[in-house]
């Protein structure tokens, strides 16, 4: 397989897709601005290219394949982020270069309160106050290993307004969303335990409370204690990308304009272009945006903003010429759908860990929700991602967005952690699941609220093409091995479906009840898709 190397902005992309294989230390995310904890130095893995698979090519389990020049050193690259406190004293992380921002302000004591509705517990929080603009807001803590047992609930004002919201919970069990126990980015130093991330629009004030709450075996209320460090992450996504696209809902589409052209024929093969492959580097993209956009560069041009749809049979001839070696075997695969790449929907390529990490194939995909509530539209569905990205990275302290893909209440499909599309990426979604599986997050909370029945077609257009790379059937079985859940024990072999909800390999809400009774109509209508 031909290495890629990303080279300085403006020369030809033979230069900018050939990076080699052979992978430099694993570099970590950059530490939360508040941590009191030294950076450790990243575990080092060891690199090699992606060994060929069901129509799809992927790196060994674990490995890292780099997205950055070869003379990176085993040194730890993390450092703390350039932000100062404004006048008001709030800390954030605002840097020259990197788009959106995070406020990060530690929660106090809470007085008694005269508001019949809080719990009389002891708790943690910030009584109201005006903040810089923020759109999504979480909680996290310094111990990734410690759970928040209680209860998280803000309310916040309009930005320009003068009205506040009613109080909203936050979804305190997050920690199964993350990468296994052991991995290099679980044991990076950088992780933090943390709420999940609630959108909730375009806001300037906030107020917030946290209090314990927990019961023993007899379902009696106890008092426990909250994990220490306790921060209110108030995240800010950035304006969106200048980009035009389709209207929302169109395959292919980003929302709010048209599609980009790509010719049909574009091979579905995934991995490094063919030998002659050369394109121009967009004098806008950096090197790190090269570098996640070079990955897809078979399915469209360097720095597009989707990767367009292909037919039926474009798609399975492509997925033959692929696995030439497999003569008189019928690819099963569904249509390639339309995917928002992550430039189309404004990852800022700066916030994430530089390399890339891959497992051996691709066996199964966890479907989730994203449990950010359902108040967004799906022209600020681009405004999302960057916030929960933002807030993996920034205050989660992962190495990027956690889920392999994302799709919308309108059906838009989003490509999710950087590594390429076709290509088996190790997410941090299914705590003890990551390895050979991808996640798919649909964006919004499903425990009462019925999904969107776009949302449920994207889930089975985008299992029929992806999990079709790899051979396997949407309404099958797969066994995989547990690197340890709440649910699983490390190293017990589990038999699941090839499409599983989140809560099959980890005692947990997630993706919601509404969404998890769909998973059936998903299955069915993805192995059809593949022609089944």
């Given at each position: 397989?031909?290495?890629?190397?990303?080279?300085?902005?403006?020369?030809?992309?033979?230069?900018?897709l050939?990076?080699p294989?052979?992978?430099?230390a694993l570099?970590?995310?950059?530490?939360?601005?508040?941590?009191?904890?030294?950076?450790?130095?990243?575990?080092?893995?060891?690199?090699?290219?992606?060994?060929?698979a069901?129509?799809t090519?992927?790196?060994?389990?674990?490995?890292?394949?780099p997205?950055?020049?070869?003379?990176?050193?085993?040194?730890?690259?993390?450092t703390?982020?350039?932000?100062?406190?404004?006048?008001?004293?709030?800390p954030?992380?605002?840097?020259?270069?990197v788009?959106?921002?995070?406020?990060s302000?530690?929660?106090?004591?809470?007085?008694?309160?005269?508001?019949?509705?809080?719990?009389?517990?002891?708790?943690?929080?910030?009584?109201?106050?005006?903040?810089?603009p923020?759109?999504?807001v979480?909680?996290?803590?310094?111990?990734?290993?410690?759970?928040?047992?209680?209860?998280v609930?803000?309310?916040?004002?309009?930005?320009?307004?003068e009205?506040?919201?009613?109080?909203?919970?936050?979804?305190?069990?997050?920690?199964?969303?993350?990468?296994?126990?052991?991995s290099?980015?679980?044991?990076?130093?950088?992780?933090?335990?943390?709420?999940?991330?609630l959108?909730?629009?375009?806001?300037?004030g906030?107020?917030?409370?946290?209090?314990p709450?927990a019961?023993?075996?007899?379902?009696?209320?106890?008092?426990?204690?909250?994990p220490?460090?306790?921060?209110?992450?108030?995240?800010?996504?950035g304006?969106?990308?200048a980009t035009?696209?389709?209207?929302?809902?169109?395959a292919?589409?980003?929302?709010?304009?048209?599609?980009?052209?790509?010719?049909?024929?574009?091979?579905?093969?995934?991995?490094?272009p063919?030998?002659?492959?050369?394109?121009v580097v967009p004098?806008?993209?950096?090197?790190?945006?090269?570098?996640?956009?070079?990955?897809?560069?078979?399915?469209?041009?360097l720095?597009?903003?989707?990767?367009p749809?292909?037919?039926q049979a474009?798609?399975?001839?492509?997925?033959?010429?692929?696995a030439?070696?497999?003569v008189?075997?019928?690819p099963?695969?569904?249509?390639?759908?339309?995917?928002?790449?992550r430039k189309?929907?404004?990852?800022?390529?700066?916030?994430?860990?530089?390399?890339?990490?891959?497992?051996?194939?691709?066996?199964?995909?966890f479907?989730h929700?994203s449990?950010?509530?359902?108040?967004?539209?799906?022209?600020?569905?681009?405004?999302?991602?960057?916030?929960?990205?933002?807030?993996?990275?920034?205050?989660?302290?992962?190495?990027?967005?956690?889920?392999?893909?994302?799709?919308?209440?309108?059906?838009?499909?989003?490509?999710?952690?950087?590594?390429?599309?076709?290509?088996?990426?190790?997410?941090?979604?299914t705590l003890?699941?990551?390895?050979?599986?991808?996640?798919?997050?649909?964006?919004?909370?499903?425990s009462?609220?019925?999904?969107?029945?776009?949302?449920?077609?994207?889930?089975?257009?985008?299992t029929?093409?992806?999990?079709?790379?790899?051979?396997?059937?949407?309404?099958?079985k797969?066994t995989?091995?547990?690197?340890g859940?709440?649910?699983?024990?490390?190293?017990?072999?589990?038999?699941?479906?090839?499409?599983?909800?989140?809560?099959?390999?980890?005692?947990?809400e997630?993706?919601?009840?509404?969404?998890?009774?769909?998973?059936?109509?998903?299955r069915?209508?993805?192995?059809?898709l593949?022609?089944r």
């Amino acid at each position: 397989m031909r290495s890629l190397m990303v080279t300085s902005i403006g020369v030809t992309c033979a230069a900018a897709l050939t990076l080699p294989l052979a992978a430099p230390a694993l570099s970590a995310p950059v530490p939360h601005a508040s941590s009191a904890r030294p950076p450790s130095a990243a575990p080092q893995s060891p690199g090699a290219g992606p060994p060929a698979a069901p129509a799809t090519p992927a790196a060994p389990a674990g490995s890292v394949t780099p997205a950055a020049p070869a003379e990176s050193t085993a040194t730890d690259s993390r450092t703390a982020p350039a932000g100062e406190p404004d006048d008001s004293g709030e800390p954030d992380d605002r840097s020259a270069g990197v788009a959106g921002s995070t406020q990060s302000l530690p929660l106090e004591r809470l007085a008694a309160s005269s508001d019949r509705s809080a719990a009389p517990a002891p708790g943690r929080g910030l009584d109201r106050r005006t903040t810089r603009p923020f759109s999504l807001v979480g909680v996290v803590w310094d111990d990734a290993e410690a759970e928040l047992h209680g209860t998280v609930q803000v309310r916040t004002r309009a930005a320009g307004g003068e009205r506040w919201s009613d109080w909203q919970d936050v979804e305190t069990h997050n920690d199964e969303h993350a990468a296994d126990l052991g991995s290099d980015e679980r044991a990076s130093g950088a992780v933090r335990g943390s709420t999940a991330p609630l959108w909730v629009g375009a806001s300037d004030g906030v107020e917030v409370r946290v209090h314990p709450e927990a019961a023993d075996e007899e379902g009696r209320s106890i008092a426990v204690r909250l994990p220490e460090g306790l921060r209110l992450e108030l995240v800010d996504p950035g304006p969106d990308p200048a980009t035009e696209s389709a209207p929302a809902g169109q395959a292919g589409a980003v929302p709010g304009g048209r599609t980009s052209a790509t010719p049909a024929s574009l091979p579905v093969r995934p991995g490094p272009p063919p030998a002659g492959t050369a394109a121009v580097v967009p004098e806008t993209l950096t090197a790190a945006s090269a570098a996640a956009s070079a990955v897809n560069a078979e399915f469209a041009p360097l720095g597009a903003s989707l990767i367009p749809a292909m037919t039926q049979a474009e798609t399975a001839e492509a997925a033959a010429e692929a696995a030439e070696e497999a003569v008189g075997a019928k690819p099963y695969i569904g249509p390639r759908p339309g995917i928002i790449t992550r430039k189309g929907w404004g990852a800022d390529e700066k916030l994430r860990e530089r390399n890339f990490a891959y497992t051996k194939t691709v066996k199964a995909a966890f479907v989730h929700h994203s449990a950010t509530g359902n108040n967004y539209t799906c022209k600020q569905a681009p405004s999302v991602l960057r916030s929960i990205y933002r807030y993996h990275v920034k205050s989660s302290g992962w190495r990027d967005f956690g889920y392999n893909f994302a799709v919308d209440k309108c059906g838009n499909i989003y490509e999710g952690r950087a590594g390429g599309v076709s290509r088996a990426v190790l997410g941090a979604h299914t705590l003890g699941f990551n390895t050979n599986t991808m996640g798919i997050a649909v964006l919004g909370s499903y425990s009462s609220t019925n999904p969107p029945a776009a949302a449920v077609t994207a889930v089975a257009k985008l299992t029929a093409w992806k999990l079709g790379l790899f051979g396997r059937n949407p309404k099958g079985k797969v066994t995989l091995v547990s690197g340890g859940s709440n649910k699983y024990a490390k190293g017990k072999k589990v038999k699941m479906n090839v499409i599983s909800g989140h809560r099959d390999g980890f005692a947990t809400e997630c993706p919601g009840a509404r969404l998890y009774k769909k998973l059936g109509t998903a299955r069915t209508s993805s192995a059809h898709l593949q022609g089944r």
